[in-house]
């Protein structure tokens, strides 16, 4: 009965997504249908809201969100990003390369709006050797490389604080899915294009882009230094924002600008509304129910969770699952922590690129005149060979360590 609970607030919250309303209102629905559904008095409720508000995993995620988002702003202004592919483009002088890594490069800003620099960039690199359908493809699929593992995006930032595992061993874990991946699309894609790029004016000082290449990331690099040491976010963040003040000598008038764009209210909101979500059903109890629920159907319980990420990620996009899924796996599973934590981030990764709540895949398709639909045609085999890879390699993980 509890367990038909839990699924009657998943389907409130798969459908209030489905019709296109906002997360932070499909949450809040799963919130109040948890506490009218497990019949938690309001006084109770209220003060089970308070502390989950005031809990310092609740204010610790906000502020990593935040702290995160003023970095990214910072080496936008300065543009850093673009310097730092335009140093790559100079030192790979290989076109498939570039057509990874250029993207990847762009894809370290979570705006949607970098999608449209990443079209222009992997159309530029492919010319005629790849059609547009391709093409937008490629393009949102390198794009996206960095947010399946990298801890300064929100999606891997909310996993790492709902399952409560070590952020630089997640890390080591994901690089062998972050090679599958590339190699996936380079052996069904970039080999139809040369390797070869037209030559440059001039000699190429290779130290020299090497050196401009580490000053345009610098900061980055040790954010993900910091945090690999599981040291939280909030400070890895703040101590380079610190830094990164005086060194690319921004001005007090900036400031202002940056704190103000920095608080991102929707995104902040619905982190917020996220963690209140899991604080009323970690109350409720019913998460110690389902590992029993699960056991009595026929395939593993690894499958199981895979195929729920999966195709929920497709329906209600990947914020939405990892939120409402991510406290249940960990529980129902719970030896298996961080190979599972893979496998399952490796779904939700490839699932998006299936997904109609992906904005940059409508974002690539303008750019290059095609479809949706066009995309996801493209997009199948490639991200059903990568799942059945990811799968394997979470089960491989398991049986290892």
């Known amino acids: 009965m509890e367990v038909a609970k839990l699924g009657l607030i998943f389907c409130i919250i798969v459908v209030i997504i489905w019709l296109k309303y906002p997360l932070y209102l499909a949450m809040t629905a799963g919130i109040l249908s948890a506490i009218l559904l497990f019949q938690i008095p309001v006084t109770e409720a209220l003060l089970l809201l308070g502390r989950q508000t005031i809990a310092w995993e609740t204010i610790d995620l906000l502020l990593s969100f935040y702290v995160i988002i003023f970095l990214q702003l910072m080496m936008e202004k300065k543009g850093r990003l673009k310097n730092a592919r335009d140093s790559f483009d100079h030192l790979l002088r290989n076109r498939r390369l570039n057509t990874i890594i250029s993207p990847a490069i762009m894809g370290l800003l979570p705006s949607a709006a970098v999608m449209t620099i990443c079209a222009d960039m992997v159309d530029k690199t492919c010319e005629d050797y790849l059609d547009a359908k391709s093409k937008t493809f490629v393009s949102c699929f390198y794009r996206h490389i ?52 037209p030559p440059v004016e001039g000699k190429v000082d290779t130290g020299r882009e090497l050196m ?141 690129e299936l997904s109609p709540t992906h904005v940059c895949a409508f974002v690539a398709a303008d750019y290059y005149h095609t479809t949706f639909a066009d995309l996801v045609a493209k997009a199948l085999p490639s991200v059903i060979l990568f799942s059945a890879l990811c799968y394997g390699y979470g089960r491989l993980l398991m049986f290892l360590f």
């Open 146 to 197: 960095p947010e399946m593992f990298l801890p300064t995006f929100p999606v891997i930032l909310l996993a790492m604080s709902l399952s409560g595992q070590n952020v630089g061993l997640f890390i080591l874990s994901m690089i062998p899915l972050v090679v599958l991946a590339c190699l996936v699309v380079y052996f069904t894609y970039l080999r139809k294009i040369p390797r070869e790029m």
């Open 212 to 352: 401009a290449l580490v000053r345009n990331l610098w900061t980055l690099i040790l954010v993900l230094a910091i945090i690999v040491g599981n040291i939280s976010a909030t400070f890895a963040g703040a101590f380079v924002i610190l830094l990164n003040y005086f060194v690319d000598h921004f001005r007090k008038s900036d400031l202002k600008d940056l704190i103000l764009r920095s608080a991102e209210p929707v995104l902040l909101g619905n982190m917020y509304l996220v963690m209140l979500f899991k604080g009323v059903l970690a109350y409720t109890g019913v998460l110690g129910a389902l590992p029993d629920f699960f056991r009595q159907f026929p395939i593993s319980l690894p499958l199981s969770f895979f195929l729920l990420f999966f195709f929920g990620t497709i329906i209600g996009g990947s914020q939405a699952v990892v939120a409402l899924c991510m406290p249940i796996a960990m529980t129902a599973i719970p030896d298996e922590g961080l190979p599972f934590l893979a496998m399952l981030m490796g779904a939700v990764w490839a699932a998006m």
